[in-house]
């Protein structure tokens, strides 16, 4: 079989230059908490991502535990099926009930027309999902909560750099999180980070990550050790002057992917959106077996077969796992858009290393008779 095509490759800095900041970092022997790369990054983020405070984190998941800490989050949590599980994996460690809405099939983001209705006295905060990087219904979430009091927390996992007329979503809602995981389109091997408002909100996150200390001897809250360390930060550092390039090289691919499919029929795409500026994270295609000819699984195995590992992102839906599957927010009666997108979805390779020959060997499996 040729060469293995896979979903991603993660964004390396040049190992000599990374190699000159550990020198540093062992000349120094201060190897993390709060160390000078990691209050550089902090700093840099704040001004690539134009966002006003930022607080690092180790993973992406430990800052949506954390940021329904913050809040004080309690009863129920207003959440979309269709994401990563650590979206509603955070708000089950928090002792809260995820409640789960449908999703709008022209963005797969929360359908702010249907969190409404599954609003009642418990709840206290939304969590809807930047998916793909497709910026989520934020003026409507936004209505809705100021309406009943709620707290917006935005799991913008995959919304790094994305922009709208200007300005950052991360700027959105209460709270956002990011994931700087080796899949993602800017990372440090794992990491992610909280974005906030103000400094106040800053400190007490700050706290919240290293254990709730504010000081050599008082501790403030039930806090978590989500610290990154020196070394990711330096990582971190390097990647970012990269990273503009990199998301170009992306953009690249997506052109080409956009026009080899365009008139195949029963294959779906999201387009450019105008005004926003996209990271191209990931490229969902979605395939509507009638037209297609085929089913997508039966597309994703051959695929498979052929060296071209695609991924079914986000097949199965939280919802319908072990955990989650009980409530009566997670019966697929409730999510008929989210199910549907789940059973047609592929993400096609992409990373800035992926070869002008690997995209055609893509498109050519997927044209096949
Ligand atoms: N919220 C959302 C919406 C998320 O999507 C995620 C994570 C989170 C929260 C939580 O953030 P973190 O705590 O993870 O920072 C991957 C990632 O592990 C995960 O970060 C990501 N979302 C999720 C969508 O995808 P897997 O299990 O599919 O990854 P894996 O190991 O199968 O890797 C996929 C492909 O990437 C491999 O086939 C090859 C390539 N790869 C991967 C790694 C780790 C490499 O080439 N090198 C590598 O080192 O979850």
Known sequence: MSNKITVTSPLLPDLDEFHSMLKEIWDSKWVTNN????????????????????????????????????????????????????????????????????I????????????????????????????????????????????????????????FGVEVNGKSVLNAGDLSTLSFHATKVFNTLEGGALVMHDEKTKQRIDYLKNFGFAGETEVVAPGINSKMDEVRAAYGLLNLKQ????????????????????DVPGIRFFEDTPGVRHNYIYFPIFISEGQYGCSRDEL???????????????????????????????????????????????CLPIHPNLSDEDIERIINEIKKP
């Open 35 to 102: 160390g000078q790369f990691h209050k550089q990054l902090e700093h840099a983020l704040c001004e690539y991502l134009k966002v006003p405070y930022i607080s690092l984190f180790t993973n992406g998941t430990l800052p949506l535990l954390t940021a329904l800490q913050a809040l004080r989050i309690t009863g129920e949590v207003i959440t979309t099926p269709y994401s990563f599980v650590a979206t509603t994996h955070s708000i089950w460690w928090n002792g809260c009930r995820p409640v789960f809405v449908d």
């Open 104 to 159: 709008k099939e022209d963005s797969c983001g929360i359908d702010p027309e249907r969190v409404e209705a599954a609003i009642t006295p418990n709840t206290t905060a939304i969590m809807p999902v930047h998916c793909y990087g497709m910026p989520a219904d934020m003026d409507r979430i936004q209505e809705i909560a100021d309406k009943y009091g709620l707290k917006v927390i935005y799991d913008a996992a995959h919304a």
């Open 243 to 262: 990273v503009d390039d990199a998301i170009a090289k992306r953009q690249h691919i997506v052109q080409r992917y956009r026009e080899a499919l365009r």
């Open 300 to 346: 994703y195995f051959r695929m498979k077969e052929h060296g071209i590992w695609g991924r079914r992102y986000f097949y199965p839906l939280i919802s319908t796992f072990s955990t989650y599957r009980g409530l009566p927010s997670a019966t697929p009666s409730n999510l008929p858009v989210a199910t549907k997108i789940a059973n047609e979805v592929i």
